[in-house]
T-cell receptor
Framework: DTEVTQTPKHLVMGMTNKKSLKCEQH?????MYWYKQKAKKPPELMFV???????INESVPSRFSPECPNSSLLNLHLHALQPEDSALYLC????????????????FGQGTRLTVV | SQQGEEDPQALSIQEGENATMNCSYK?????LQWYRQNSGRGLVHLIL?????REKHSGRLRVTLDTSKKSSSLLITASRAADTASYFC????????????FGSGTRLQVQP
């Protein structure tokens, strides 16, 4: 199984709503990532979890709250978002979670298309 | 933050032609990877080239890496309409944060 599964595929939420994005992988990868991608732009890193611990937060606003309940799951909790947060949110995982070389490729999910109204 | 730039930003060719995309980056790297993204979907890994490698092939793909110039190129030979997608280079920096940083991307359109 070389898949990263993201749910939901599409999400429309109001600015006062609370929602969560979910990501799951069963490849035994110990590094998991959240990226945000706006239209016609490259993915931008938001968070990195390594061995279930948050290792990188790219100065993301607190209305985005990541969580890694176990080595297979990654969540992104959303609260009080703004319309400019509308984007494609991509989850990824990779094999090497320790310090050093990122030796192999990252596997990406199909993303959640988020619209904030 | 964006590690590098890609050029061209957009490329339109006929089926059967070759497509070349270039990527430049700023910091020393451990490896450089190329990814493909169909419209609005996830990224698919194409090829990884390590900093001590100069050229790598995979099927119709050929990647070169010049660490002295901090640049890489991706060549797709005998292109097909199904190759239409956005292509991104991504670098794993030698120091600092351990995550892929993506270039600006090239949108490739292959006309049947």
């Amino acid at each position: 199984d070389t898949e990263v599964t993201q749910t939901p595929k599409h999400l429309v939420m109001g600015m006062t709503n609370k929602k969560s994005l979910k990501c799951e992988q069963h490849m035994g990868h110990r590094a998991m990532y959240w990226y945000k991608q706006k239209a016609k732009k490259p993915p931008e890193l938001m968070f990195v979890y390594s061995y279930e611990k948050l290792s990188i937060n790219e100065s993301v606003p607190s209305r985005f709250s990541p969580e890694c309940p176990n080595s297979s799951l990654l969540n992104l909790h959303l609260h009080a978002l703004q319309p400019e947060d509308s984007a494609l949110y991509l989850c990824a995982s990779s094999q090497d979670g320790t310090g050093g070389v990122l030796a192999t490729e990252a596997f990406f999910g199909q993303g959640t298309r988020l619209t904030v109204v | 933050s964006q590690q590098g730039e890609e050029d061209p930003q957009a490329l339109s060719i006929q089926e059967g032609e070759n497509a070349t995309m270039n990527c430049s980056y700023k910091t020393s790297i451990n490896n450089l990877q190329w990814y493909r993204q169909n419209s609005g979907r996830g990224l698919v890994h194409l090829i990884l080239i390590r900093s001590n490698e100069r050229e790598k092939h995979s099927g119709r793909l050929r990647v070169t890496l010049d660490t002295s110039k901090k640049s890489s190129s991706l060549l797709i030979t005998a292109s097909r309409a199904a190759d239409t997608a956005s292509y991104f280079c991504a670098t794993d920096a030698e120091t600092g944060r351990r995550a892929l940083t993506f270039g600006s991307g090239t949108r490739l359109q292959v006309q049947p």
